[in-house]
Nanobody
């Protein structure tokens, strides 16, 4: 059974940085997508970034336009952990951030409906 547990959220001021982590267990597959999504109050959940892992190596990263150049997704297969380094944070980045995973290929890696497994989320709050 796949389990995902996020951590690393918190409160920062505009321009600050945070690194989110997602500890994964049960991902015993040769290839899979992992992604970060976020949901702000009153808004739909949106895709932030995703990475395709093949043979324990991450490749083919994707980012939402709103975070390009500020956020970086990475993974450490030895630690079974997905990361999201978030720099130059803005109040608009305030949301609950979720980690997600699914095996195989995807057509739209930033679409939440493509993913099967989800974590509980970690809150990120950016104040001006």
């Amino acid at each position: 059974q796949v389990q995902l547990v996020e951590s690393g959220g918190g409160s920062v001021h505009t321009g600050g940085s945070l690194r989110l982590s997602c500890a994964a267990s049960g991902l015993t597959y040769s290839s899979y997508w992992m992604g970060w999504f976020r949901q702000a109050p009153g808004k739909e959940r949106e895709g932030v970034s995703a990475i395709y892992v093949v043979g324990s190596i991450g490749s083919n990263t994707q980012y939402a336009d709103s975070v390009k150049g500020r956020f970086t997704i990475s993974q450490d297969s030895a630690k079974n952990t997905l990361y999201l380094q978030m720099n130059s944070l803005e109040p608009e980045d305030t949301a609950m951030y979720y980690c997600a995973a699914v095996m195989g290929l995807l057509r739209s890696p930033l679409r939440q409906s493509e993913y099967r497994y989800w974590g509980q989320g970690t809150q990120v709050t950016v104040s001006s």
